[in-house]
């Protein structure tokens, strides 16, 4: 099945579609178990979601959440953990209970366990309903770089050089930027019965023309994804600058 595509015009449309898409989920089961993910790009996503909770009553509380990734070594307090980002940009500003939220821990004393128990939870609660993802510059998702097997569960994964530097915006300078990193493996993500992906930026054209043109191979992450039945990619027209005519005009707008 061909991947859905939707392109927007701005990076506050792509925010209130992205939540208006994870809105229905959670109003059509508001048991659902959502899949979570940070960095800059799902921000205004999160900032609408937490506006419909307080506007219109939009509500988490039978929601599951488990998010992507983490870096290994920072605690849960440390600024530039994805703990702290889900905290300051979610969990905080709506009303889902602490014990619904997941994140690896990036600070687990038994890494290989911390993983096997993250996706054996993802299991217990019955696999991920709505997975939402962003996409690397270099085609990962999650943290699964360039190379990754498609069969990984949760593990432990080292970031590669262009993602050390792309991430190396949020922290004093890429020195500090953590080499590992937690993450869901590809088959982790695969198994989401939904994936919403979203791009925004000229820095993402590269990545989504390989991923909707190109072969599914390991050198592109994403590209996993067009074997998924139920795959919505959701980008702006700038991330969007390198797709070819025929499928921009198939892509809704
Ligand atoms: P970004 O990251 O949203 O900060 O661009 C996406 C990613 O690296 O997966």
Request: charged fraction near 20%; hydrophobic fraction near 40%; include cysteine.
């Amino acid at each position: 099945m061909p991947i859905r595509i939707l392109i927007v015009d701005s990076y506050q449309e792509l925010s209130q579609l992205s939540a208006g898409f994870v809105a229905e989920m959670v109003r059509f089961k508001p048991s659902a178990v959502l899949g979570l993910a940070t960095g800059s790009t799902p921000i205004g996503m999160y900032e609408e979601l937490v506006r419909l909770h307080i506007e219109q009553g939009l509500d988490f509380s039978k929601t599951t959440t488990f998010n992507l990734d983490e870096y290994v070594g920072l605690s849960e307090s440390h600024a530039q953990s994805y703990y702290t980002y889900m905290r300051r940009n979610f969990w905080d500003c709506v009303n889902i209970p602490s014990d619904q939220v997941h994140i690896p821990r990036g600070d687990a004393g038994d890494l290989a366990r911390e993983c096997e128990e993250y996706e054996e939870g993802i299991e217990r609660a019955g696999g991920i309903d709505l997975q939402v993802l962003g996409i690397g510059t270099n085609g990962h998702i999650g943290f699964n770089e360039p190379g990754s097997d498609f069969g990984t569960k949760t593990h432990v994964v080292r970031l590669s050089e262009s993602t050390i530097e792309a991430n190396s915006r949020f922290f004093a300078s890429s020195n500090f930027v953590p080499r590992e990193a937690i993450s869901m493996g590809l088959q982790t993500i695969f198994r989401s019965r939904r994936i919403l992906l979203l791009a925004d930026g000229e820095s993402k054209a590269r990545a989504i023309r390989q991923m909707v043109t190109g072969d599914v191979t390991p050198q592109l992450p994403a590209s996993l994804l067009k074997q998924h039945a139920d795959v919505m990619l959701m980008v702006t027209r700038q991330a969007a600058a390198e797709l070819p005519e025929d499928v921009v005009k198939l892509s809704g707008t």
